[in-house]
């Protein structure tokens, strides 16, 4: 489409909401962004389309009976535009390398948030899935292969898993007794999955990974489900 002018989505979206408050400063104001700036937009379209899509007045704007038909075509193309866009993101998502991690608990808040943020910064592209499950549901998942390895409390009886302590239990002040529960990784020693030898290592005091300020990809925790977002966290 050589001599085809494309329409520029982020117009659109300036025209749809102008039409819908009847008013291009209260347009502005949802994008956060100038009145001259939308208007200016909005104007730049018009001169592409080759015909006016509001009457303006002192009152505020009102769509043309010529625009009318051109707004409904505009918002299926952007409703459509952000499915693609969702599309677009599982696809990304569904292609990156993955990593399951099992938890108990607020997985951020608890004994393993430095160790999870130094693995999301060193792999700033891997898809961290991180499944919030009880105790009890916790090893019978990593039994079933669900997770590539577990965080829970140190000290679970059953040898068929390796386990790296990473948390040690608090002592009390100017005591040995200890207060709380130590926490450890714990994986299958038959899993080969490369990631997971590299959070094992960082959980075994391996290299730093450098500054964690550059926002990579973490995991958004939800009730027992799973789901990856551009979130700061750590």
Known sequence: WPHVRMIDLSHLAYVLAAAEQRSFSRA???FQVKQSTLSRKVARLEDQLGFRLF????????PTPRARLFLAEARELLDRAGRLEQQAVALRRAAMPRLSLGYVGDLFSGAGRQAVCDFL????DVRLEGHERGPKT???????KHVDAVIAPAGHPDARWSSQIFAEPLLEAGGNRPVGTGHALYWSPGNTNPLLHSLRSIVAGGPAVGD???NPQL???KSNQSDIASADHC
């Open 28 to 30: 502005a104001g949802g």
């Open 138 to 144: 916790l090893f019978a998942e990593l039994e079933a």
């Open 212 to 214: 964690r300020a550059g």
């Open 121 to 124: 910064t060193l792999h700033p």
């Open 219 to 221: 995991l958004q925790q």
């Open 55 to 62: 009457e303006r007045t002192t009152r505020g704007a009102r």
